[in-house]
C-alpha cells in the first residue's frame, strides 16, 4: 500500500477527512426552545419569576393598603354612622375634593358637614378646616396658619372658645356627628386623652361662671351703700335679695346676688366673708 492510500485510509477511519463530511463526534446539546407564551413575553422566564412574582404581590398589597384605607370609613359608617375612628390621613381624604363629602373635626370630634359645602367646602371662606382637625383655628380665626388640633398653649378664655364650636356643630340641625379622629384629644384606641380632660373641665367653669352672672343680671338688685370718716364705706343687701358681690363686667358697683358662691364672676369684697350681708372697707 502506498503512502498517500496509508493517509486515506487513516483519515477515513478518524472522521477527519474531507471538510464536507459530518464528524461522527456527539453532537453539542442545545437549550430547548421557549414555549409560545414565553416567546409572546406573557409569562416571566423560570430564571425570574421569583423577581416577578415579588414584584407583583407588593403590587397589589399597596393597591389593598390604599382601598382599605378608603373603603373602611365607607363601610364602616353604614353600620355605625357617629363611631367612626378615623387617623389623620383617612380624615384628610373628606375634604370636598377627592370625596365629595367634607368632614371636619373640633376637640378630636368628626362632623359632616356636607351641607355647609359653601362654607367648608373648597370655595368656602372655612376651607382651611376641612379634611382635618383644626381646632385651633376656630379659636385664632386663622385657617390658613393654625389649622391644627394642638391649642396647649391657648390661655382658657380662648379654649373654652374652641368647645363652644364643638357644640354648635354637635346641635347644629343639618350637620351629623361621625366618629372621632386620632390626636391630641383621642389616642388610637378612641380614648380620650388628658388634653380633653382639661379643656372640657375649662368649658365646664365657663359654662358655670355664664350661668352664675346671667341669673345674676336677672336678678340684679343694687347693693345699699354708706359712706363715713369713722367706717369708711359700707355696702349691704336687704336679707331677702341675697349677698353683695362685685359682678365682673357690671357697670354697678355692687349688685346683690341671691348665691354665697363666689366664682370669677361673682367677685368677693375684700375683707367680706361669703356669707356676710354687709360689707365694710376703707377706700383709702
Not at 380624615?91 to 356636607?114: E, Q
Amino acid at each position: 500500500m502506498t503512502a498517500e492510500a496509508h493517509t486515506d485510509v487513516a483519515a477515513s477511519q478518524s472522521g477527519c477527512g474531507d471538510d464536507n463530511e459530518p464528524s461522527k463526534a456527539s453532537p453539542p446539546v442545545l437549550a430547548s426552545a421557549p414555549s409560545a407564551e414565553e416567546a409572546r413575553g406573557t409569562l416571566p422566564s423560570s430564571s425570574s419569576w421569583l423577581t416577578w412574582a415579588v414584584r407583583e404581590g407588593v403590587i397589589i398589597a399597596m393597591l389593598l393598603a390604599v382601598a382599605i384605607m378608603v373603603l373602611k370609613p365607607l363601610v364602616f359608617d353604614k353600620v355605625h354612622p357617629d363611631r367612626l375612628m378615623l387617623t389623620p390621613q383617612q380624615l384628610s381624604l373628606y375634604d370636598g375634593v377627592r370625596h365629595r363629602k367634607v368632614f371636619l373635626a373640633v376637640m378630636g370630634t368628626v362632623f359632616d358637614v356636607t351641607a355647609g359645602s359653601r362654607h367648608y367646602g373648597p370655595n368656602g371662606s372655612y376651607r382651611g378646616a376641612a379634611g382635618r382637625d383644626a381646632s385651633r383655628a376656630f379659636s385664632t380665626g386663622e385657617f390658613e396658619r393654625d389649622a391644627v388640633d394642638n391649642i396647649s398653649d391657648l390661655p382658657a378664655e380662648q379654649a373654652a372658645a374652641v368647645h363652644r364650636w364643638r357644640e354648635f356643630f354637635a346641635n347644629h340641625k343639618e350637620y351629623r356627628r361621625k366618629g372621632r379622629v386620632v390626636g391630641s384629644w383621642y389616642d388610637a384606641n378612641g380614648d380620650p386623652t388628658e388634653e380633653l380632660r382639661r379643656v372640657e373641665a375649662i368649658a365646664a367653669k365657663a359654662a358655670a361662671d355664664q350661668k352664675d352672672k346671667a341669673a345674676a343680671k336677672a336678678e340684679e338688685v343694687v347693693c345699699n351703700t354708706q359712706w363715713s370718716a369713722r367706717d369708711g364705706k359700707t355696702l349691704w343687701c336687704p336679707e331677702s335679695k341675697g349677698f353683695p358681690r362685685k359682678v365682673k363686667g357690671s357697670t354697678s358697683e355692687c349688685v346683690c346676688v341671691p348665691t354665697v358662691t363666689a366664682t370669677n364672676t361673682l367677685q368677693l369684697f375684700p375683707g367680706c366673708a361669703p356669707t356676710a350681708r354687709k360689707c365694710h372697707f376703707d377706700t383709702d
